[in-house]
């Protein structure tokens, strides 16, 4: 025999420490966390029995089992699933695999009082110490000779053991129950907690009393949940069952149970989460809905299933025809698989569409956790195009609420007949910037883009309802057709007052001496209150966009601007004034690079040379002294 003490991964021993403690009422869950692991074990062994059925030997019923010894104060939870070797053992009964469950531990670090938080989260395995001390694990994995034995009291160490006496094959957890935990050796407390928490697993939970020998077939309903009708499924239970198949610990925000019959049938159970979950934004961009074909668990990871911008979604999509022995290449471009991933999306989008009219601010928190990835589906599905633009929703400068886009169309301006926008990293740097300040003397609204996404999307999309869509840092301004309203016209005569200054001279001024620099130097139709912005050129890549390529060394080079100049601004005006008079200064040169760095700024860019900029900023500021003096 092979004996060796091991030491568990240090955050184990930390969740240890905080799940051993924990003065939480609520311990009975450490049974749902460890009938769902054996249901998951079963559907593991079945899916490799397609294609291997001399896994299954001559006992193809799977099961989960409960046993109760009173004399020896232990229960056992046992499934003939598909086990575990060795090195599976030590790997996932050692250490923390979930990230989920890993930033879990490190949250409750920072919290003491957060074990309450224990039964929300689940942390698994490990929950079996809330009411155990010691805990083994006798385990053979499906079509492997040898057996192991797990041991631990949840002390730092672990035990691993050759072991000739495992289950023929999968996994019995032996509980040796703490003092104030011998409630579960009860067959009516275990019963009541099945009931409670395991109802919806699909294989029968048996349960064997030892003192009175009974032997229930089955204490649980033992049918896939999403096979039964609605009106036989509670809220909890459909709770419970996210909480299982999702390995998520929230409510979900939404559910949606459907079958779908007529040239293909498949039956759906989806539920949208009301947390993100962790790898929402990991660059594999993994589908987490499960396929089964009539009840079997196939796989959990079928890229062709859904839609990557419809990832956030969790449970379980079950299909009548798809044959049981399907492989990976059979999943690929399979015309059946295609069909049910675009009516599925398609009554996930309805169902959005109805939660957004119906409960718009219950909408709105969905909106804040996922809204940025329905907007990849804007850029990569056509067919969905027009029905995510409608779920859309963007903050803009017309207040705090998002707003959606048909909201937008309906506070257009007489005249206008682009949606604006303007786009960054932030909402708070986007409504300081010099672009906007003409758009909001005229009172027309510009959307806040603040998702890399928004970016993407732009760029090949049409428009909404027949309006195109431009950014305000981009082309001209075409405000002059726009009718402000009464106010702003009133606002706009007072601001007529002081007539724009004559800056032909300047423009061209300026044009010559920074030829290098800039594609174009012009008036400002936008400009109000800044004195300079920089703006692409209609044909030429959005200047934000272009910073996130480069960031991302997707891009090189840099379009040239254009620099647009406020007639309106006084330090505009007297530079016009001067450059009239005389245009062959030094100092009018430095003036112009000055402007150009002055709008690199206001875009929160670097300067491509700051020693230049400095060196004129300087020359300047001493002749303004000087003059002064
Ligand atoms: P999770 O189930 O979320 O992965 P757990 O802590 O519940 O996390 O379990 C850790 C891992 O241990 C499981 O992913 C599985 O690989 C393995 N495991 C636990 N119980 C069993 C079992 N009864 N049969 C086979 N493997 C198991
Ligand atoms: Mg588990």
């Known amino acids: 025999m092979t004996e060796e003490k091991l030491s568990f991964q240090a955050e184990v021993s930390r969740l240890l420490d905080i799940v051993a403690n924990a003065l939480y009422s609520n311990k009975e869950i450490f049974l749902r966390e460890l009938i769902s692991n054996a249901s998951d074990a079963c559907d593991r ?3 490799l029995a397609l294609t291997n059925p001399d896994l299954l030997g001559d006992d193809a019923a799977f099961a989960i089992t409960l046993a109760t010894d009173k004399q020896a104060s232990t ?3 046992s499934d003939n699933g598909v086990g575990m070797n060795r090195e599976e053992l030590i790997e996932n009964l050692g250490t923390i695999a979930r990230s989920g469950t890993a930033a879990f531990v490190k949250d409750m670090e920072s919290q003491k009082e957060g074990a309450g938080l224990i039964g929300q989260f689940g942390v698994g395995f490990y929950s079996a110490f809330m009411v155990a001390d010691r805990v083994e694990v006798e385990t053979r994995k499906a079509g492997e000779e040898q057996g192991w034995r797990w041991a631990s009291d949840g002390l730092g160490e672990f035990l691993v053991a050759d072991h000739t006496e495992a289950p023929e094959r999968g996994t019995k957890v032996t509980l040796h129950l703490k003092e104030d935990a011998k409630e579960y050796l009860e067959a009516a407390r275990l019963r009541q907690v099945v009931k409670t928490y395991s109802d919806h697993i699909a294989i029968p939970i048996r349960l064997i009393d030892g003192e009175e020998g009974e032997d229930e077939a089955s204490i649980n309903a033992a049918s896939a949940l999403w096979t039964r009708p609605k009106s ?10 996210y909480h299982h198949t999702a390995h998520a610990f929230d409510d979900p925000w939404m559910r949606l149970h459907f079958k779908a019959e007529g040239v293909i049938e498949y039956a759906g159970l ?11 934004f990991h660059p594999e961009r993994k589908s987490h809905v499960k396929l089964y074909v009539r009840r079997v668990f196939i796989t959990d990871d079928c890229e062709e299933l859904l839609p990557a911008y419809l990832r956030f979604l969790r449970g379980v999509i079950d299909s009548e025809d798809l044959p049981l022995n399907v492989s990976r290449e059979l999943l690929q471009n399979n015309p059946m698989l295609a069909k049910i991933k675009s009516g599925v999306t398609k009554r996930v989008l309805a169902e959005l569409k109805k939660k957004a009219e119906k409960a718009s601010d219950d909408y709105k928190a969905f909106w804040e956790n996922f809204g940025a990835v329905l ?5 990569e599905d056509q067919s969905q195009r027009e029905a995510l633009l409608d779920l859309a929703r963007f903050h803009s400068t017309a207040g705090d609420e998002l707003t959606s886009l048909a909201d937008y169309a ?3 301006k007489e005249g206008q007949e682009t949606i604006f926008y303007i786009s960054g990293e932030d909402r708070e740097a986007l409504l300081k910037s010099p672009q906007l300040e003409g758009f909001r003397a005229t009172g027309v609204e510009v959307l806040l883009f603040t998702d890399p996404v928004d970016d993407f999307w732009t760029s090949v999309v049409e428009g909404y309802q027949e309006k195109t869509f431009k950014s305000v840092t981009r082309g001209g301004a075409d405000l002059k057709n726009i009718v402000a309203n009464e106010d702003e016209k009133a606002d706009e005569a007072d601001a007529k007052d002081e007539s724009d200054a004559d800056v032909s001279a300047l423009v061209t001024f300026v044009k010559l001496v920074l030829k290098d620099e800039i594609k174009d130097v012009r008036a400002s139709e936008r400009l109000t209150e800044s004195p300079v912005c920089l703006v692409a050129d209609d044909d030429d890549i959005d200047m934000h966009l272009e910073r996130v390529l480069k960031q991302h060394k997707q891009l090189n080079e840099t379009a040239r601007r254009i620099l ?6 006084s330090l505009v005006k007297k530079l016009a004034l001067e450059i009239g008079a005389d245009s062959s200064s030094a100092k009018a040169e430095d003036v112009a690079h000055l402007l150009l760095d002055q709008a690199r700024i206001l875009e929160g860019e670097t300067l491509p040379d700051p020693l230049a900029f400095s060196r004129r900023l300087a020359a300047v500021m001493e002749k303004g002294l000087s003059t002064d003096a």
């Open 232 to 241: 036989d499924i509670s809220d909890e239970q459909y709770k419970e069952f």
């Open 375 to 379: 907007k990849e589906g804007i850029y």
């Open 410 to 412: 309906s506070r257009m």
């Open 564 to 569: 647009e100049l406020n007639p309106k601004h």
């Open 75 to 77: 229960l056992t939870v």
């Open 45 to 47: 062994l079945r899916y």
């Open 270 to 280: 989806l539920y949208i989460p009301s947390m993100k979950p962790f790898d929402l």
